[in-house]
């Protein structure tokens, strides 16, 4: 793991589920997005695009094709304490090609005295909230990074980041898709304010404190009085394959809803409503149920 010294107000108890993601271009560092942690053994999710803006240099893994490496590293921000931090390497990441903005990562485990460091989590409410339901986004703005030496053991970076918090309420649900390019996938809209560098970030309900929804995007009416933001809804998400182990055995290629019913992580009871068919070899579509 990289080290850092945090600053600003890294000491934001939510920072130590809510992570920065950057990706390591050579000796410079990129602000890419935010993504947030549902498995105690570091599975992360953020926003789809994020990860077509970072070319990242973990491997990917998307439906119907083969996965692929480029130069640059992906990396997302993890604060031990308020004067201790680091970068954790994403190893792999995972989505659907189309259809979805939302993606899987997968951090390298950690290691203190032999012992695999855990993760805070988040429960996941699969289904939109109803429309006028109070909600709270979170996410990083205006985050400088650099690298100020560098050896062959060691990388010495100062990095900035600021914590952004914005409350507001769901204008309108759209449960197929909003459009038929745009936002064709489950979302909903909400007059909360999405600064640049919170896609991917977590959306609360505060009447339960669940995460209901993925920081999408985010523009201004035309009269420029109102903020206009997407929240990609979770549940087609839960379609997605990754690998991972469970019970500590070998890694095998799992359904994300296999692993929210193996309690991997935690969801609400909307779950019962899915039902997952395979489509396509390697390739599973979730079908939400209707009473």
Known sequence: MKSFRPFDHFAHPIQKNVLHI?????????????????????????????????????????????????????????????????????????????????????????????????????????????????????????????IESSTDESIEMEIHQETAFSTGKVVEIFPERRDGSFLNFPCFQTDCKFNPGMSGGPVFRT?????????????????GEDDISFVSTIWPAMGINIQASVDKGEKHNYSMLEIAQKGIIKTDESISKLKLINVAPGIDQIMLSVE
């Open 22 to 146: 950057i990706a390591m271009d050579g000796d410079k560092l990129i602000p890419v997005g935010t993504g947030f942690i549902v498995s105690k053994d570091g599975l992360m999710i953020t926003a789809k695009h994020v990860i077509d803006y970072a070319v990242a240099g973990a491997p990917i893994h998307h439906e119907g094709s083969d996965s692929y490496k480029s130069s640059r590293g992906l990396y997302a921000t993890w604060i031990k304490s308020e004067t201790e931090g680091g970068l954790i390497p994403i190893d792999q990441v995972w989505y659907r090609e189309q259809g979805l903005d939302i993606a899987f990562m997968a951090l390298r485990p950690m290691f203190e005295n032999d012992k695999q460091v855990m993760h805070p989590i988040v429960k996941l409410n699969l289904l939109p909230p109803p429309v006028g339901t109070i909600i709270l986004a979170a996410g990083y703005y205006k985050m400088k990074a650099s």
């Open 207 to 223: 009447d339960t404190s669940e995460v209901c929804g993925v920081v999408c995007s985010a523009y201004q009416s035309e009269d």
